[in-house]
């Protein structure tokens, strides 16, 4: 059973920066690819970043409610050490949410950017920026 445990979140100050972590276990991190999503409170749970197996490829969501992380965010992974991470600059307030990462077997961005498209979810941090 592979399982996914996030880490790294906290309460920052706006123009903070942050870098998620997601430990992978019981497989290995390489069978898949990697997303993170987020979910602030009432809303929905949203893409955010992915990357391919091997981290050639990375997407971005453009812009998440007019507020784009394509530029502030970085995805990247070391599957020697299965570990995705989300590195988050210039953090906003709107930026605070719960962030989850999830492994999925597909790679393409149209299915990568649907969360009924991952086998694993981590339980979540909380990321928190303060205006």
């Known amino acids: 059973q592979t399982h996914l445990v996030e880490s790294g979140g906290r309460l920052v100050q706006a123009g903070d920066s942050l870098r998620l972590s997601c430990a992978v276990s019981?497989?290995?991190?390489?069978?898949?690819?990697m997303g993170w999503f987020r979910q602030a409170p009432a809303k929905e749970r949203e893409f955010v970043a992915a990357?391919?197996?091997?981290?050639?490829?990375?997407?971005?969501?453009?812009?998440v409610e007019g507020h784009s992380v394509e530029g502030r965010f970085t995805i990247s992974r070391d599957n020697d050490k299965n570990l995705v991470f989300l590195q988050m600059n210039d953090l906003k307030p709107e930026d605070t949410a719960v962030y989850y990462c999830?492994?999925?077997?597909?790679?393409?961005?149209?299915?990568?950017?649907?969360?009924?498209?991952?086998?694993?979810w981590g339980q979540g941090t909380q990321v928190s920026v303060s205006s």
């Open positions: 999830g492994a999925s077997r597909y790679g393409e961005r149209h299915t990568l950017q649907n969360p009924n498209k991952y086998s694993y």
């Open positions: 019981g497989a290995r991190s390489a069978n898949y690819a």
């Open positions: 990357i391919s197996w091997n981290g050639g490829i990375t997407w971005y969501e453009d812009s």
